[in-house]
């Protein structure tokens, strides 16, 4: 499980660093895009139902322990979607949060829903309106991984972003 956060920890610096070569400012009004859906990744398919698209390989956004804080390192997964669904205003999203299986249900149901909330906060500041987005929580019901290990409570510390056709 390790090589997972790896790989999608060294796909969220590559993002990163394509985010920062952009020519589009942060504070760019919403829906005053070219409508092409590219966001700023020239070259790449922007595409959230290609497998070979960055919107369909960097669609979680990890969390610490007990935090729902967007990790700054999960900036640029949250501001490449972002850029896409503002490009793209018919498009709907459902972000759904989970928690470890640590602690009771209920609690991390509650901590699950804060981690969605919170990604969709982030994403609204970034011009996507809020009637593109659902959120939902499935506490700790929908494991990545089912082991016991730090890792594997890692992996399930998240908030995944999904595309609705």
């Known amino acids: 499980m390790s090589s997972r956060i790896t790989k999608t920890l060294s796909v969220a610096a590559l993002t990163a660093a ?25 070259g790449m398919v922007m595409d959230p139902f290609n497998p070979q698209s960055p919107l369909a ?11 729902y804080t967007v990790p700054e ?45 919170a990604v969709a906060r982030m994403m609204t500041l970034m011009g996507v309106r809020p009637d593109q987005i659902e959120t939902i929580s499935f506490g700790k019901e929908r494991p990545k991984a089912f082991g016991n290990t730090e890792a594997d409570y890692a992996e399930n510390r998240r908030a995944d972003i999904n595309y609705q056709r």
């Open 73 to 117: 390192q999960y900036r640029s997964v949250v501001e490449m979607h972002s850029s896409y669904l503002t490009s793209n205003s018919q498009q709907r999203i459902r972000i759904e949060g989970n928690a470890d299986a640590r602690g009771g249900a209920e609690y991390n149901l509650a901590l699950g829903q804060r981690r969605s909330d």
């Open 57 to 67: 390989q960097q669609r979680s956004v990890y969390f610490e322990f007990d935090s």
């Open 18 to 42: 394509l985010a920062a070569c952009s020519s589009v400012p942060l504070d760019q009004q919403a829906g005053s895009g070219t409508g092409t859906g590219t966001g700023g990744t020239t």
